[in-house]
């Protein structure tokens, strides 16, 4: 049995204005360092063996700040990167919204591929793997890791049993805590979208 703590980084200057995808130079915001110290020090009171991070800038300074409270080396799995919008990524949302592809990641995103980029079907795939890979890592043992809100999303929606043209029912606000317990035995959703300072918290996706 292993439990997951999947953590989505803290806020930056992006969040809720831009799709920041991969684009490099977008770093956390001081209101997100802020929201990061508090979900550190929350993480502080569980035991956790292991920390992994996607290689993201916003997402390795969240997990460094992490690693500091957590006294953990932080170890990066490419495998919960954020999705690979390919040229949707920083654009404005505004700019999307207006696009037909919008429609169907809203409607069918089991169906979406972005273009020059990934469909949410292989996200989510990769994601699964790269947790039961690290379930076969720290049996018995609490992981953290450290991702963004779509591939924490379609990795909830997996474990749920919720249908992928669902996931986005599924809230996951910035430098909040979802948390899974897996075994042979089934998966079990213990809690979703947590925020100390704020919990649950609300914020626009970017």
């Keep these: 049995m292993t439990t997951f703590f999947l953590v989505r980084h803290g806020l930056t200057a992006h969040t809720g204005q831009r799709l920041t995808g991969r684009s490099p130079g977008v770093p956390l915001s001081e209101e997100g360092l802020r929201q990061v110290k508090a979900t550190a020090a929350a993480l502080a009171q569980q035991r956790i063996r292991a920390l992994y991070s996607s290689p993201i800038e916003r997402t390795m300074q969240t997990a460094e700040v992490v690693s500091e409270r957590l006294r953990l080396p932080v170890e990066v799995d490419d495998r919960i990167i954020e999705?690979?919008?390919?040229?949707?990524?920083?654009?404005?949302?505004?700019?999307?919204?207006?696009?037909?592809?919008?429609?169907?990641?809203?409607?069918?995103?089991?169906?979406?591929?972005?273009?020059?980029?990934?469909?949410?079907?292989?996200?989510?795939?990769?994601a699964v793997d790269a947790l039961e890979d690290l379930r076969r890592r720290h049996p018995r043992s609490a992981v953290c890791c450290v991702s963004h809100a779509d591939v924490i999303r379609l990795a909830v929606a997996h474990y749920a049993g919720v249908h992928i043209d669902l996931f986005q029912r599924i809230e996951v606000s910035p430098a909040s805590v979802t948390v899974l317990r897996v075994s042979d035995a089934g998966p079990r959703v213990l809690a979703v979208n947590v925020r100390p300072d704020l919990s649950p918290g609300v914020v626009e996706d970017g």
């Excluded at 919204?97 to 273009?115: D, E, G, I, L, Y």
Aim: no cysteine; charged share 25%; hydrophobic share 40%.
């Design 83 to 126: 999705v690979g919008f390919g040229s949707w990524s920083n654009r404005s949302f505004k700019q999307l919204r207006r696009t037909r592809m919008w429609q169907v990641v809203q409607r069918f995103p089991s169906a979406a591929r972005f273009p020059q980029g990934e469909t949410l079907r292989a996200v989510q795939a990769r």
